[in-house]
């Protein structure tokens, strides 16, 4: 005798033997029909007893824990779904609802713990499910959920995502989340399939199961798709796939528009919904073929479902309003409510929306995630979109004292951070951006703000860093000095701030110098960190081994000191900047003979663009790589301009940097700036290339394999196995890529197979077996090397030397065949103190053209940014 003729329970968890054989669950490789899952539940719902208990589940994704979810609905005894793995957040509803029964999985097996055997609650007849509303924060209100609610739901998303038995869903959400739970109930009320795992979509196994079990859909919250972005998910081969559906939060119109294009291409759906547990799904879904044309829309009420607007004093939207036969009983804040009929007939969701012209509803906003700073409403939903326009993942909470985001990698910020409280009007100290590594979810998914708000380290605004003294060196005033610029707050980076390898060896001496040690990575720091370096003694590790630390004696700091007046560590990059550059002259000047060097610039130029080009949003960077080329072609065509018109070695084809294509075969005097050439060439293939999106994720997913890849590719031309028409030097675009590769190895392992790659590859590529060895040995010092310790005498020297390195390329050729043969020693000192010259005048002629530039953009920027009040 079936369970259900003893008691009344939800109408799909009540009729699964009703589809017979098919195929309902896969898991772990073997498929579980109908009537096997129908027997299970029964099974398993006798032992539950007669009488009406209530029953907690810690929900997982598993053939057990599915069980004993369809026993308790199919036999009705009420369910209160806890989070898997339990923790604070279970014993939390434990200890505040007392169940009857307590149900998990042992070694794959159901595991039951009874309490009691007659319920010790009064339980409502129509309540049958009851879900925390605060994710993993363990707060005891929790949502009671009526049977015909579940039942009512799960047919209305079966019949607008047009559900079919042939269908299979894989569980990409935990079914103790309300989106994961309706993806189980939906499918199962058409008798299709579920493909049971707790795999992540970064997974490769994932998407083997997908292939394998021929998955049809499966479910996505925003932060889903940013993984599917990093994983390559737009080139991936899946002929089952049906659509995917999106709910848990807003995701970017940017993103819905992509992917709506993307599965029209594909052959895929992209279903964007709308729902709150208190629905207990789904409220809402924007039809696939209006997703493109209405992105930031959520579309049309669920079958059976409706909307309105109630006003909101003050504001030119509604609050969202929702009917339907899924809408909750009412919440539960002590087990005697469970005793409780349905308390609401419809839902006010607390959104604020609008309705279009083609009839879709907009959420644009809601009441509680309003704040009100120096009298002014703050609308923090629009700011979280408004950073999201700018390309800034970042997730915004804040309190009646500021704005609070916690931004994800290393963004730049700073017209963003200033247009925001500029448009917002309220103080720039009440807004705060706070880097993280991710932000801080739920276990749903979304943003977890309480924990926002409460991030450690708060950023403050210009001017009230401790280190912001007027008169004193410190990180904020090194790098408005150095980039000459007075927007720049500490949230910003070296990199955010469109520093580049020319303006990165002045930042680094003064820092150095300031900090008592460069810290590695510092161009990626934000200014707060490196501020707060600023407080510590810097620590020197003695010949002996030994280190001075701050608290050491009097006799070992001065020990220290007096180390310090004899040598600095540089950087690696700068160093041979500098080296590169004097053996580059005096060979060409004929001072002594060294070849090779300017091959490991190549390789350094390589490192650079990896440092400083390749952060960022992608339109961003791309402006940067281009102003980037813009400081290279503007200072060298100005000089071979001059060579043009008053020396007959040169042609129009030098002036626009196109010798190397068009030019005669072979090495002429025309040839003299085939460095800048390639350089220049390679650079803004680059920005081109990495300007394709499809390559730009490929770059982001694999840093370090990306370059070895083009590295491989010039490779074959390096040993003849493909021949190209090749100008210049041949090719040369594999040791740039060494040096990107080099600066993207973050392990040991790593710069091992760098070393490896250039033990095989560099020798031999020139005839000069001298030469090869240069180029060898320079790229593996910048590989292993950080810093080089320098002569305290010399740092400056050598700060300019490689500060002007490109300048006094350029600029040497027109310079040493006018000075005597006899002074040759000296004829490099003209040549280097000429291209230095030329770099103080030229650098900050571009810095003052570049920042009249900026004035104009910053408007822009702002007027973009406008916020509502």
């Known amino acids: 005798m079936s369970i259900q003729s003893v008691l009344t329970g939800v109408g799909f968890a009540s009729r699964l033997q009703s589809f017979g054989d098919r195929p309902a669950v896969r898991v772990d490789g073997r498929s579980v029909s109908y009537t096997e899952l129908s027997r299970r539940v029964d099974d398993l719902a006798r032992t539950f007893g007669d ?85 993993s924060t363990g707060s005891p209100k929790l949502v009671r959920i009526s049977g015909d609610a579940l039942e009512a739901n799960a047919c209305a998303i079966a019949q607008y995502l047009h559900l079919r038995p042939e269908d299979t869903a894989a569980t990409t959400l935990p079914l103790s989340y309300c989106y994961g739970m309706s993806v189980v109930n939906s499918h199962l009320s058409v008798g299709a399939s579920l493909a049971l795992t707790d795999l992540s979509v970064v997974d490769p196994c994932f998407w083997d199961l997908v292939r394998r079990e021929n998955v049809t859909s499966f479910a996505g919250v925003p932060y889903t798709f940013d993984l599917l972005d990093r994983v ?37 759906d992209l279903f964007v919904m709308y729902g709150q547990t208190e629905a207990t799904a789904r409220m ?59 308390d609401v007939t419809e839902l006010r969701t607390g959104d604020l929306a609008k309705r279009n012209t083609a009839g879709l509803y907009e959420v644009v906003g809601r009441l509680s995630r309003f704040v009100k700073i120096v009298g002014l409403r703050v609308d923090l939903g629009e700011v979280e979109r ?121 930042a680094s001496v003064r820092l150095e110098r300031t900090l008592g040690h460069l810290p ?35 006799q070992v700091q001065d020990a220290g000191r007096r180390r310090g007046r004899f040598w600095a560590q540089m950087d690696t990059g ?78 129009w084809h030098n002036v626009f940097l196109l010798n190397s294509v068009v030019g005669p075969q072979g090495w002429t005097d025309m040839s003299r700036f085939w460095f ?55 090719p040369v675009l594999w040791l740039f890529a060494f040096g990107w590769a080099a600066a993207a190895a973050k392990t040991v392992w790593q710069r091992a197979a760098m070393t490896a790659l250039a033990l095989l590859t560099i020798p031999g590529c020139f005839t000069n077996e001298y030469r090869s060895a240069t180029v060898l040995v320079g790229f593996l010092i910048l590989l292993w090397a950080a810093t080089l310790p320098v002569p305290c005498g010399l740092r400056r020297l050598t700060a300019l030397l490689a500060s002007a390195s490109m300048y006094i390329y350029v600029s040497h050729w027109l310079v040493y065949p006018y000075l005597p043969d006899s002074h040759k020693g000296l004829a490099v000192g003209i040549c280097l103190a000429t291209g230095v010259g030329y770099w103080a005048v030229a650098s900050r002629a571009m810095v003052g053209f570049e920042g009249l530039l900026r004035r104009p953009l910053k408007k822009h920027v702002q007027r973009q940014g406008q916020l509502k009040r």
């Open 51 to 135: 009488g009406r208990r209530l029953i907690a589940l810690e929900a997982e994704n598993t053939l057990a824990s599915l069980t004993v979810y369809l026993a308790a609905l199919a036999s009705g005894h009420p369910l209160l779904i806890l989070p898997a793995g339990g923790g604070p957040a279970a014993e939390a509803l434990l200890a505040s609802y007392d169940p009857d029964i307590l149900a998990g999985t042992h070694n794959g097996d159901v595991a039951l713990d009874v309490r009691r055997q007659q319920t010790a609650h009064d339980l409502h007849p129509d309540l049958a499910l009851l879900v925390s509303t605060s994710g």
């Open 232 to 268: 390559g998910f737009a080139q991936m081969d899946l002929p089952s796939l049906r659509y995917i559906t999106q709910a848990g939060g807003r995701l970017d119109p940017k993103l819905v528009r992509s992917y709506a294009e993307l599965g029209a291409v594909r052959g895929w």
């Open 284 to 342: 809402a879904y924007l039809p696939p073929d209006l997703a493109a044309e209405h992105p930031r829309a959520i579309g049309v009420p669920v079958p059976g479902g409706s909307f309105r607007l109630d006003p909101v004093p003050g504001l030119d939207a509604g609050e969202l309003v929702y009917a339907g036969p899924n809408v909750m009983l009412g919440y539960a804040e002590k087990p005697a409510d469970f005793a409780r009929g349905r």
């Open 386 to 506: 408004l950073l999201g326009e700018f390309g800034v993942i970042a997730a915004v909470a804040g309190s009646d004292d500021a704005v609070v985001a916690a931004v994800e990698g290393h963004q730049d910020l700073t017209l963003i951070a200033k247009t925001l409280a500029q448009d917002l009007g309220i103080p720039r100290a009440a807004v705060k951006l706070v880097p993280v590594k991710e932000i801080p979810r739920l276990a749903n998914g979304k943003p977890d703000y309480p924990a926002i708000l409460n991030l450690p380290g708060r950023i403050e605004p210009v001017g009230t860093a401790p280190t912001d003294v007027p008169g004193q060196d410190n990180p904020l005033t090194i790098f408005a000095d150095v980039l000459e610029r007075d927007d720049i707050c500490d949230t910003d980076t070296f990199t955010s701030l469109g520093g580049d390898s020319l303006s990165y060896v002045a």
């Open 520 to 554: 590695r990575g510092w161009h990626l720091m934000p200014i707060c960190e490196l501020s707060a370096a600023t407080k510590l003694p810097a620590t020197r590790t003695g010949k002996s081994g030994t280190t001075d630390a701050p608290s050491g004696g009097r």
């Open 574 to 651: 700068v160093v041979l900047r500098a080296i590169a550059i004097i053996f580059i002259v005096s060979t060409h000047v004929g001072f002594f003979h060294w070849e090779g060097t300017a091959h490991v610039l190549i390789a350094v130029a390589g490192y650079n663009f990896a440092r400083f080009q390749l952060s960022g949003e992608r339109r961003e960077r791309l402006r940067r790589q281009l102003r980037t080329v813009a400081r290279i072609v503007v200072p060298s065509v100005a000089v071979i301009s001059v060579a043009f018109a008053t020396t007959d070695d040169y042609a």
């Open 676 to 730: 800048i050439e390639i350089l220049v060439h390679t650079l803004l293939g680059l920005a081109l290339l990495l300007a394709i999106p499809a390559v730009d994720n490929a770059q982001r997913r694999w840093p370090w394999a990306f370059p070895l890849v083009l590295a491989g590719i010039d490779l074959l031309q390096r040993f003849d196995v493909i021949e190209l028409p090749y100008p210049g030097q041949g």
